[in-house]
């Protein structure tokens, strides 16, 4: 079964950092472009970033550009989200998406994660 | 940046009513729109993309519209599991979301 697992979502103070991770199955993951979508409780959802399958684009939401990184592993079919300098604002729960089509990103996004909570709290 | 709305935020309806949901776009997009359903607790499941285009496993009485700047999504016949939230979203290199439009039971 096509699968994203994130993990790494807990309790960080103010100012504190976390690293997310997306584990990605049975599909080939070097071929698709990923991204990181996240959704405050009770609210929309905000797309936060997106990296190439080859890691040469990189994109942001204004949002957390410049204390947010994306990253992955294609050997171990993996994508993180390294989040610096973590606001309350940053709360919220974060999926990973695989847009439906590899290498695309204009045709939406059919498989999710199930999510992983981040909480930004003293 | 393109931005995104959607009317209504929330609207109430019974089950067999035929629903309407509109995304308007801040600059012409083509087609490049999709949209998503949402239930508590569960990850967004694409419906539709290509503004049209019925993603596989969809059932037949979801249907979208559009071009340009304005996007329709229809539900007919509404079914007890369409009781959702719906966003639409646009497809370009930073892609965002709408604010989403909440169907609940009348």
């Known amino acids: 079964e096509v699968q994203l697992v994130e993990s790494g979502g807990g309790l960080v103070e103010p100012g504190g950092s976390l690293r997310l991770s997306c584990a990605a199955s049975?599909?080939?993951?070097?071929?698709?472009?990923m991204n990181w979508v996240r959704q405050v409780p009770g609210k929309g959802l905000e797309w936060i970033s997106s990296?190439?399958?080859?890691?040469?684009?990189?994109y942001y939401a204004d949002s957390v550009r410049g204390r947010f990184t994306i990253s992955r592993d294609n050997l171990k079919d993996s994508l993180f989200l390294q989040m610096n300098s973590l606001r309350p604002e940053d709360t919220a729960m974060y999926y990973c998406?695989?847009?439906?089509?590899?290498?695309?990103?204009?045709?939406?996004?059919?498989?999710w994660g199930q999510g992983t909570m981040v909480t930004v709290s003293s | 940046d393109i931005q995104l709305t959607q009317s209504p935020s929330s609207l109430s309806a019974f089950v067999g009513d035929t629903v309407a949901i509109t995304c308007r776009a801040s600059?012409?997009?083509?087609?490049?729109l999709a949209w998503y359903q949402q239930k508590p607790g569960k990850a967004p499941k694409l419906l539709i993309y290509?503004?049209?285009t019925l993603e596989s496993g969809v059932p037949s009485r979801f249907s979208g519209s559009g071009f340009g700047t304005d996007f329709t999504l229809t539900i007919s016949s509404l079914q007890p599991e369409d009781f959702a939230t719906y966003y639409c979203?646009?497809?370009?290199?930073?892609?965002?979301f709408g604010p989403g439009t909440t169907v609940d039971v009348k």
């Open positions: 998406a695989r847009p439906k089509i590899p290498h695309n990103q204009n045709y939406g996004m059919d498989v």
């Open positions: 049975e599909f080939t993951f070097t071929t698709y472009t």
């Open positions: 990296i190439s399958s080859s890691s040469a684009n990189i």
């Open positions: 600059q012409d997009i083509n087609t490049w």
């Open positions: 290509a503004a049209s």
């Open positions: 979203q646009h497809l370009a290199t930073s892609p965002q």
